[in-house]
C-alpha cells in the first residue's frame, strides 16, 4: 500500500523587520529548523534581508504587511483608510475594527497589496514563491460591501 509522503514547511516570517531577527532566521535556516521565508517588505531591515536570502539561497515569499508600520505606496502615505490619524497602519487590532465596520476602502488595500508585490520584486529579482499576511490579515473575512 502506497502512503502519502507529507512535507513540512516552516517559514520565519517578518523577514526584514530588523537586523537582528534577519540574523536569527538565516541562523534558523542554515540549521534547518526553517525551510522558507516571508519578507516583511516594509521592514527596516529589508534591503538587507532580500541580500540575505540570495547569499544563502532561501527561498522567499512575501508577507503582505496591512497593521504595522506604514505603507510603501507612496500615494497611501496620508489621507488613506489603512491610516491611523498618526500616519501608520492602524494596528492588529485597529485593522480588525475598521474592517469590521466597513471603513477601509478595498481599492486602497489593492493599490497597498500591488506595491507590496512591486516593492519585493525589486528587492528581490523575482515574484514571491508564496505570499502570507502579517498578523494573519490573509485570512481575515472580506467585508460585506
Same mark, same amino acid.
Given at each position: 500500500?502506497?502512503?502519502?509522503?507529507?512535507?513540512?514547511?516552516?517559514?520565519?516570517?517578518?523577514?526584514?523587520?530588523?537586523?537582528?531577527?534577519?540574523?536569527?532566521?538565516?541562523?534558523?535556516?542554515?540549521?534547518?529548523?526553517?525551510?522558507?521565508?516571508?519578507?516583511?517588505?516594509?521592514?527596516?531591515?529589508?534591503?538587507?534581508?532580500?541580500?540575505?536570502?540570495?547569499?544563502?539561497?532561501?527561498?522567499?515569499? !512575501?508577507?503582505?504587511? *496591512?497593521?504595522?508600520? =506604514?505603507? @510603501?505606496?507612496?500615494? %497611501?502615505?496620508?489621507?488613506?483608510? #489603512?491610516?491611523?490619524?498618526?500616519?501608520?497602519?492602524?494596528?492588529?487590532?485597529?485593522?480588525?475594527?475598521? !474592517?469590521?465596520?466597513? *471603513?477601509?476602502?478595498? =481599492?486602497? @488595500?489593492?493599490?497597498? %497589496?500591488?506595491?507590496?508585490?512591486? #516593492?519585493?520584486?525589486?528587492?528581490?529579482?523575482?515574484?514571491?514563491?508564496?505570499?502570507?499576511?502579517?498578523?494573519?490579515?490573509?485570512? *481575515?473575512?472580506?467585508?460585506?460591501?
Amino acid at each position: 500500500m502506497l502512503q502519502a509522503r507529507v512535507k513540512l514547511i516552516v517559514t520565519g516570517d517578518d523577514f526584514g523587520y530588523c537586523p537582528r531577527r534577519n540574523q536569527g532566521i538565516v541562523e534558523c535556516f542554515l540549521a534547518g529548523a526553517v525551510s522558507n521565508v516571508s519578507l516583511l517588505v516594509n521592514g527596516s531591515a529589508a534591503p538587507d534581508a532580500a541580500q540575505l536570502a540570495r547569499r544563502h539561497n532561501i527561498p522567499i515569499g !512575501l508577507h503582505a504587511n *496591512l497593521s504595522e508600520g =506604514s505603507p @510603501v505606496c507612496k500615494a %497611501l502615505k496620508k489621507n488613506s483608510s #489603512l491610516l491611523n490619524k498618526d500616519g501608520f497602519f492602524h494596528g492588529k487590532m485597529g485593522f480588525r475594527t475598521v !474592517l469590521a465596520k466597513g *471603513l477601509l476602502k478595498m =481599492s486602497e @488595500v489593492k493599490q497597498e %497589496l500591488m506595491a507590496q508585490v512591486d #516593492l519585493f520584486c525589486e528587492l528581490t529579482g523575482h515574484v514571491p514563491h508564496h505570499m502570507d499576511g502579517h498578523q494573519h490579515v490573509h485570512v *481575515l473575512p472580506a467585508p460585506d460591501i
